[in-house]
Nanobody, 124 residues
Framework: QSRLVESGGGLVQPGGSLRLSCAAS????????IKWFRQAPGKEREGVSC????????NYADSVKGRFSISRDNAKSTVYLQMNGLKPEDTAVYYC?????????????????WGQGTQVTVSS
């Protein structure tokens, strides 16, 4: 069964860091664009960061630029989201999604595979 599995979420104080991982099971990621989304209670799902299949292109939401960094290791079929300088407004469930050769500008409905989500809570 093909699926994505996120890990690395948790409770962190403002200004702290977390690294999220998104691992593929049942398929390899080297042909897939990976995008991280997040959804806070009562808010719409929003795109956070995206990386092309080769890793040569990345983009970030304005709200996380300069603080978050996305990377991938295709040999391990894993994508990472390094989150530094976390703020309370970063609190959300974070999801990774995979879409075969997708443009990073595509919305969430274009992605074929989704993880179960991992909770990130930023609070003192």
């Amino acid at each position: 069964q093909s699926r994505l599995v996120e890990s690395g979420g948790g409770l962190v104080q403002p200004g702290g860091s977390l690294r999220l991982s998104c691992a593929a099971s049942g398929f390899t990621l080297d042909r897939y664009t990976i995008k991280w989304f997040r959804q806070a209670p009562g808010k719409e799902r929003e795109g956070v960061s995206c990386i092309s299949p080769s890793g040569g292109y990345t983009n970030y939401a304005d709200s996380v630029k300069g603080r978050f960094s996305i990377s991938r290791d295709n040999a391990k079929s894993t994508v990472y989201l390094q989150m530094n300088g976390l703020k309370p407004e970063d609190t959300a469930v974070y999801y990774c999604a995979a879409g075969r050769w997708l443009d990073c500008n595509r919305g969430w409905s274009s992605y074929n595979y989704w993880g179960q989500g991992t909770q990130v809570t930023v609070s003192s």
